[in-house]
């Protein structure tokens, strides 16, 4: 999480045992000061706890930034409302100190918000935004107090995919399988020689994830993971609102799809009307 005072950023790092993570920060280019809360009950990353030390450590600030992910979009708005604020969700560019562009109506239209508060509290769709080197930077670490562990809810257990390909916001080239793939099964078998041969991350539109193709956290989407590769491969996806809205600003889109009809070919860079079952097979023979 950041919080940001326009011209010098200082960055949060909460944690438990998070001192290597502090120092990474500090080396961010950008970045003048990394405020440092280590205590266990920071581990768990839960909302109540992290939006209490933000809080206290909020005097000062005109601005709150954390990244739109689950973390940010379930710290900020306790953060926003601990304050009596409005928050400004998922900016995707700064026009001001006080105005901001948000995508609205699945990403089918753009808000120009301008905020009056005294602290904007904002989460940040990073695909909108090149990142920081993560180098070059000399920023100082302070470590400040921990607050009291609030004891409002509790982390029981954590599952993680373990996959050794990109992780899939982050990732330059994405594969990503829709309801035309027909099975999980269709699904990797298909899809994974595509991937392996581009060192692409997998993804999937909700009907495949809501048919049990593949797990969650394939999900590309409004309601999934929003991304912004190089490259989006999209096979046997229809091109939903909802899934258009995670992935429509990647830098080429590629779909593959029967249906010329297919929505996804309005946003498509290049589109392929083939069966996707003979065409992907073909297209990995030829890389």
């Keep these: ?4 005072v326009i011209a010098e950023v200082h960055v949060l790092v909460a944690g438990a045992g998070c001192g290597a993570v502090a120092e990474q920060a500090s080396k961010v280019a950008g970045v003048a000061k990394v ?5 266990a009950h920071y581990g768990d990353q839960t909302g109540e706890n992290l939006a209490a030390l933000i809080v206290a450590n909020a005097v000062g600030y005109s601005h709150i930034l954390a990244a739109a992910t689950s973390i940010g979009k379930n710290t900020l708005p306790r953060v926003a ?5 409005a928050q400004v969700s998922e900016i995707i560019s700064v026009v001001d100190a006080d105005t901001f562009v948000r995508p609205i109506y699945a990403g089918n239209a753009l808000a120009t918000v301008k905020s009056a508060d005294a602290t904007k509290v904002i989460t940040v769709r990073t695909t909108g935004f090149d990142a920081a080197a993560n180098s070059g930077g000399s920023a100082t670490v ?4 921990a607050g009291a562990d609030l004891g409002q809810s509790k982390l029981i257990s954590r599952e993680l995919t373990k996959s050794a390909r990109p ?3 982050a990732a330059k080239i994405i594969v990503s399988g829709g309801r035309g793939m027909g099975s999980g099964e269709n699904y990797h078998k298909v899809l994974e020689p595509l991937a392996d041969k581009l060192g692409a991350a997998m993804g999937a539109s909700r009907a495949a994830v809501d048919a049990g193709f593949v797990p969650n956290d394939y999900q590309v989407g409004q309601t999934g993971k929003i991304v912004a590769p190089q490259l989006y491969i999209a096979i046997g996806i229809s091109g939903a609102i909802q899934h258009l809205a ?15 009809d297919a929505p996804i070919f309005q946003v498509a860079d290049y589109g392929l009307v ?14």
């Excluded at 083939?274 to 890389?287: G, H, N, R, S, T």
């Design 1 to 4: 999480m950041s919080i940001l």
């Design 35 to 39: 405020k440092l809360a280590d205590a």
């Design 81 to 85: 409302a601990l304050l009596d604020v």
């Design 142 to 145: 302070e470590s400040i107090a």
């Design 167 to 169: 992780e899939l916001a």
């Design 246 to 260: 995670g992935m429509k600003d990647s830098k080429v889109i590629v779909a593959i799809n029967k249906d010329p």
């Design 274 to 287: 083939a069966d996707l079952f003979q065409a992907v097979p073909e297209l990995v023979a030829a890389l």
